[in-house]
């Protein structure tokens, strides 16, 4: 299945591993909000993660200055360690969980 799937942050912190204390906090203050102008300075306050199927995360929500809508590309997929995991628990929520839903979808 070609689509992005809902994930937990719990997910992304078995995605992540180690590096979740430090990265994932990290990549959510460093999104751009084009409404306040904020290149690379704007805070996401999270409202849903999805899954790519190359094992990349997205953060979706609103800016924590001005509230605009802003997502943040979170580059998982490089690492072969945490494209294992993210592999490992797209495979489990598609084919045996069902509980997730559809970027762009119906689910």
Not at 75 to 85: A, H, N, R, S, V
């Amino acid at each position: 299945m070609y689509v992005d799937i809902s994930i937990s942050e719990e997910d992304v912190q078995l995605i992540m591993g180690s590096r979740f204390r430090r990265a994932y906090p990290q990549a959510l203050q460093s999104a751009h909000c084009p409404h306040c102008r904020k290149v690379d300075d704007a805070t996401v306050i999270v409202e849903q993660l999805w899954l790519n199927p190359a094992g990349d995360i997205l953060a979706q929500g609103n800016c924590a200055r001005c509230g605009h809508s802003i997502e943040k590309f979170i580059e998982t997929g490089i690492d072969p360690q945490q494209y294992d995991q993210a592999m490992a628990i797209r495979e489990y929520k598609i084919e045996v969980s069902k509980d997730y839903k559809v970027r762009g979808g119906k689910n």
